[in-house]
């Protein structure tokens, strides 16, 4: 398996323009996470879903973040409009139903909002 | 969900045996304790689960006391390459609650 796939993974772009970044899980997992690292705030759970559907989203700072998981092979994490601020790594993990809780994180899009 | 303690920083050498305790005074009966390692620019890597007593993989150990309120994280003999940051968690696995990531402990390894 390739791992959990992140595109872009380097996204630079204008304060009020809109950001979509996309997730591929493991496939057969039934968890997918999205995280958002900076240094000032660490590593924070944005949203995760379950078999497709929102589980907590109280991770997300307010309305202009919004994600979806139209199937069980795709997710994304939509910025619109994007702020200086919204300038983080996120991150995007899957892991597997029962058994130990073992999350397996993407390479990360570092996003950059000037 | 529990509240872990680690320490900030700590430094070592090659070839030290390194300890990294975790404080989780409020861990809950179905809580278990999980620890991952995250390099510079790369998004963070499961080491270890455990619930009690000591779990042994080819990486790590995990110490846990009989009363479960810490939990060590013991890696042998390390090298520079394991410097990186340490998360202990503290979570339901069951209904997957495991996944509060505190600051870590910045681990550096000298030569």
């Known amino acids: 398996d390739a791992g959990v796939i992140q595109s872009p993974r380097h996204e630079v772009t204008e304060m009020g323009q809109e950001v979509t970044l996309r997730c591929k899980p493991i496939?057969?997992?039934?968890?997918l996470f999205w995280y958002r690292q900076t240094m000032m705030r660490g590593l924070e759970l944005l949203i995760y879903?379950?078999?497709?559907?929102?589980?907590?989203d109280s991770g997300m700072p307010e309305d202009r973040f919004s994600a979806k998981m139209p199937n069980a092979s795709f997710s994304t994490l939509k910025i619109q409009p994007s702020e200086p601020r919204d300038s983080a790594v996120y991150f995007c993990?899957?892991?597997?139903?029962?058994?130990?809780?073992?999350?397996?994180f993407g390479p990360g899009t570092r996003l950059t909002v000037t | 969900l529990a509240k872990t303690t680690q320490p900030i920083s700590m430094d070592s050498y090659e070839g030290q045996e390194v300890n990294i305790t975790c404080s989780h005074n409020?861990?809950?009966?179905?809580?278990?304790i999980t620890w991952y390692q995250q390099f510079p620019s790369q998004g963070p890597r499961f080491i270890i689960q455990?619930?009690?007593t000591k779990v042994t993989n080819e990486v790590a150990s995990l110490f846990i006391p009989a009363d479960r309120k810490s939990s060590t994280l013991s890696l042998p003999r390390v090298s520079l390459s394991d410097t990186a940051v340490y998360y202990c968690?503290?979570?339901?696995?069951?209904?997957?609650?495991?996944?509060?990531f505190g600051p870590g402990t910045r681990l550096s390894v000298l030569p």
């Open positions: 968690l503290v979570g339901d696995r069951v209904y997957g609650q495991n996944f509060v």
């Open positions: 496939s057969g997992h039934d968890y």
């Open positions: 993990a899957s892991r597997a139903a029962g058994g130990k809780d073992e999350q397996y």
């Open positions: 409020n861990i809950a009966t179905n809580d278990y």
């Open positions: 455990g619930y009690k």
């Open positions: 879903f379950n078999n497709n559907v929102p589980i907590d």
